[in-house]
Nanobody, 116 residues
Framework: QVQLVESGGGLVQPGGSLRLSCAAS????????MGWYRQAPGKQRELVAV???????NYAESVKGRFTISRDIGKNTVYLQMNSLKPEDTAVYYC??????????WGQGTQVTVSS
């Protein structure tokens, strides 16, 4: 059983920055791809960024150049650095761990609100 706990959300003005953290229960990065998703009110959950087991990364077009996903293997933590935030980035952000033969695990989510 994988447990994921997100933190770091909050209220920020447009153009500001936030860093989200996702603490995993144990050293799972060798076995799971880690991702950040978000869900805005009335919209479907969408992929924001993913970091594969080998460390390669991919991003949604809407966040490329502004968001960076990274991981600290020693701390069992995945981060999402979000810069140049826009009101349309407002959503609940979820951390996920994926392994094709096991499925997905999800954190409880953290709210990010971008507003002046």
């Amino acid at each position: 059983q994988v447990q994921l706990v997100e933190s770091g959300g909050g209220l920020v003005q447009p153009g500001g920055s936030l860093r989200l953290s996702c603490a995993a229960s144990g050293n799972i990065f060798s076995f799971y791809a880690m991702g950040w998703y978000r869900q805005a009110p009335g919209k479907q959950r969408e992929l924001v960024a993913v970091i594969a087991r080998g460390g390669s990364t991919n991003y949604a077009e809407s966040v490329k150049g502004r968001f960076t996903i990274s991981r600290d293997i020693g701390k069992n933590t995945v981060y999402l650095q979000m810069n140049s935030l826009k009101p349309e980035d407002t959503a609940v952000y979820y951390c996920s761990a994926n392994r094709p033969d096991v499925g997905d695990y999800w954190g409880q989510g953290t709210q990010v609100t971008v507003s002046s």
